[in-house]
T-cell receptor, first 114, second 114 residues
Framework: DVKVTQSSRYLVKRTGEKVFLECVQDMDHENMFWYRQDPGLGLRLIYF???????EKGDIPEGYSVSREKKERFSLILESASTNQTSMYLCASVSPLTGFYEQYFGPGTRLTVT | SQKIEQNSEALNIQEGKTATLTCNYTNYSPAYLQWYRQDPGRGPVFLLL?????KEKRKERLKVTFDTTLKQSLFHITASQPADSATYLC?????????????FGTGTRLKVLA
């Protein structure tokens, strides 16, 4: 089974701190995603990566950056955390080779910025 | 723009009954549609994919229909159990081939009462 893990389940940070969220998948998937999920807004794509060192902005990239130095690892960086970035962050991976494009999600990181 | 709608109100049903969840979409003709299950505080888990040329898809107690004329998918859980209580999300594939911006609904929360 595909396993997607995220570095923390819960995180509390102060405004202005630099925050790193890490995601690792073990199925050699090419494509990885970072979403945030807020009540009533659903899943919103922050960034995705289709290969090592390759990235594309999603719908809400402002205030975030990403890094993908190895195929299995995709990091989300909050350059200067703000209270409006308090949210559930979900990482996902997918491989077009499966033919079905279903996304495999990690358990999520509940980030609180105070 | 493309829009996907799920009933945001929670659905409460008695154990043993059939639960029916609705996913409507506009301004889009997707090649397939997906359903995910999400438990509180966890990432979504892929359940089923139905293609545009399939009217119905089944997996154990789950059944999904896809009406491309009505632009609607129905998700049924037969003989529902309290363990089926969760939020169910529908998702559409990226509008443009080669991009990875999946479109997720906000989900419908199902509660099965014992």
């Amino acid at each position: 089974d595909v396993k997607v893990t995220q570095s923390s389940r819960y995180l509390v940070k102060r405004t202005g701190e630099k925050v790193f969220l890490e995601c690792v998948q073990d199925m050699d998937h090419e494509n990885m995603f970072w979403y945030r999920q807020d009540p009533g807004l659903g899943l919103r794509l922050i960034y995705f990566s289709y290969d090592v060192k390759m990235k594309e902005k999603g719908d809400i990239p402002e205030g975030y950056s990403v890094s993908r130095e190895k195929k299995e690892r995709f990091s989300l960086i909050l350059e200067s955390a703000s209270t409006n970035q308090t949210s559930m962050y979900l990482c996902a991976s997918v491989s077009p080779l499966t033919g079905f494009y279903e996304q495999y999600f990690g358990p999520g990181t509940r980030l609180t910025v105070t | 723009s493309q829009k996907i709608e799920q009933n945001s109100e929670a659905l409460n049903i008695q154990e043993g009954k059939t639960a029916t969840l609705t996913c409507n979409y506009t301004n889009y003709s997707p090649a397939y549609l997906q359903w995910y299950r999400q438990d509180p505080g966890r990432g979504p888990v892929f359940l089923l994919l139905i293609r545009e040329n399939e009217k119905e898809k089944r997996k154990e107690r789950l059944k999904v229909t896809f009406d491309t004329t009505l632009k609607q998918s129905l998700f049924h859980i037969t003989a529902s159990q309290p363990a089926d209580s969760a939020t169910y999300l529908c998702a559409l594939p990226p509008l443009t081939s080669g991009t990875y911006k999946y479109i997720f609904g906000t989900g419908t929360r199902l509660k099965v009462l014992a």
